[in-house]
């Protein structure tokens, strides 16, 4: 039976291990292929997975129904297990199959038949992918305006900035103070909640510190966290994912300052930023367009008609 084939599991801290492997057998160049960005988000997700020794599907929950993403495994061996995905829907499910999120060479291996699914672009999810050598410096005229707000923060503040690499498991309480504190100042409308789930998965991250990889960094001034991000290094990509970035809004030039030196201090190696979806938020992707990204990884949905 198909559901012998797979076995069926809650996504927990100490499967990160066993899990990794898995999500380097295709690199699909979004966050997709990030295991942190996937416990982050567990809680409002309900993540569950489907795993054997070839494959791993993840099984979400979007607005009440169950879906997959694109299968983790090798490329050659994507469009049998979408395949397996669409017999386990059928016959374990009963009902229809919808998988989201998937990357265009995810949808190229799938190949799925026009007659029987719907394929649909998805532009909110698209992640926006920049150059890290120009994130880093802001050199060049399209990085003017963001250079000038650096300038405009370093003039203010001198010697009163500085920044902190952060240990996982020493900093919990000072940063779930700072996001909250950035919370009320941003006063975000979101009709999902996903910036109160971030949050949760913020400190879902940092209570499981010791089993899930991560770095952070922060911009303290005067001595208090006024910025912070967080993110993940694909080496064999070369790319730096940024899953949180919060800064007080009411000082200037301090966004642009703590992704600059989040990645110099954290990824100098990098070629390449991810830094995720805007959500179908207007202003969030007002604000990732004025980096200047380089592409936008395309994401489709694939449902069955």
Not at 47 to 76: D, K, M, S
Not at 132 to 152: E, I, L, R
Not at 203 to 230: P, R, T, V
Request: with cysteine.
């Amino acid at each position: 039976m198909i559901k012998d084939l797979f076995e069926r599991r809650e996504l927990l801290p100490e499967d990160y291990q066993k899990l990794i492997p898995y999500c380097t057998k295709r690199y699909s160049h979004t966050v997709e292929s990030i295991l942190t960005s996937y416990y982050m988000w567990k809680n409002y997700y309900k993540t569950e997975y489907l795993i054997n020794e070839e494959a791993l599907i993840w099984l979400v929950q979007v607005e009440g129904n169950t879906g997959i993403q694109a299968p983790l495994c090798e490329a050659g061996k994507v469009k049998k297990y979408f395949n397996l995905a669409q017999q386990y829907f059928t016959e374990v499910l009963k009902q229809k199959m919808v998988l989201y999120l998937c990357d265009k060479e995810g949808l190229e291996l799938i190949d799925p038949d026009p007659d029987r699914y719907e394929i649909i672009a998805d532009r909110r999810y698209y992640d926006y992918i920049y150059d890290a050598k120009k994130m880093m410096t802001y050199s060049g005229k399209a990085y003017h305006k963001k250079k000038n707000h650096v300038n405009a923060f370093l003039r203010e503040y001198g010697d009163r900035w500085e920044y902190r690499s952060l240990d996982r498991c020493s900093h919990m309480e000072e940063i779930m103070e700072f996001l909250h504190r950035w919370e009320v100042k941003r006063d975000i409308k979101d009709p999902y909640n996903r910036v109160d789930y971030e949050l949760d998965g913020i400190e879902y991250l940092l209570a499981h510190c010791g089993q899930i990889h991560f770095q952070m960094g922060g911009i303290y001034i005067d001595g208090k966290l006024e910025a912070f991000s967080l993110g993940v290094y694909g080496s064999e990509e070369r790319v730096a994912y940024i899953h949180v970035e919060k800064a007080n809004p009411e000082i200037r030039g301090l966004y642009p300052f703590i992704s600059q030196q989040f990645l110099l201090h954290e990824f100098p190696d990098a070629l390449y930023v991810n830094r995720e979806d805007d959500m179908g938020l207007e202003g969030l992707r007002k604000s990732k367009m004025s980096y200047n990204p380089i592409k936008l990884e395309e994401k489709y949905e694939i449902r069955e008609k």
